[in-house]
């Protein structure tokens, strides 16, 4: 049996918490709006170039934008969104811009 894929995923979640993150979905409960990543990071901002939430799933975060390092787990609530990234999008949060 071949080990599946781990999805890398952008996740934003709700008007009150008004986070971005990324990392490695481990679980995900969209009927409770919960979801754990390992290898996390948030984007605190991203820069125009970037152009907007699904620029950041579709080509990572653009020089200007600024993204913490990462942790090993977050279990983030009021997910409103998980977003595949691109092997692109990918590259770019790993490099953990903070420009």
Not at 55 to 63: E, K
């Amino acid at each position: 049996m071949s080990k599946a894929r781990e999805r890398k995923v952008v996740v934003t979640t709700d008007k009150d918490r008004r986070g971005v993150f990324f990392g490695t979905l481990k679980t995900w409960q969209p009927d409770k709006q919960v979801c754990v990543l390992t290898n996390a990071r948030m984007c605190v901002y991203w820069s125009q170039s970037t152009k907007g939430v699904l620029g950041l799933a579709a080509n990572g975060p653009q020089s200007g934008s600024r993204v913490t390092p990462s942790i090993p787990s977050i279990e983030l609530n009021g997910v409103t969104s998980v977003m595949d990234a691109t092997d692109i999008a990918i590259d770019q949060w790993e490099k953990g811009v903070w420009s």
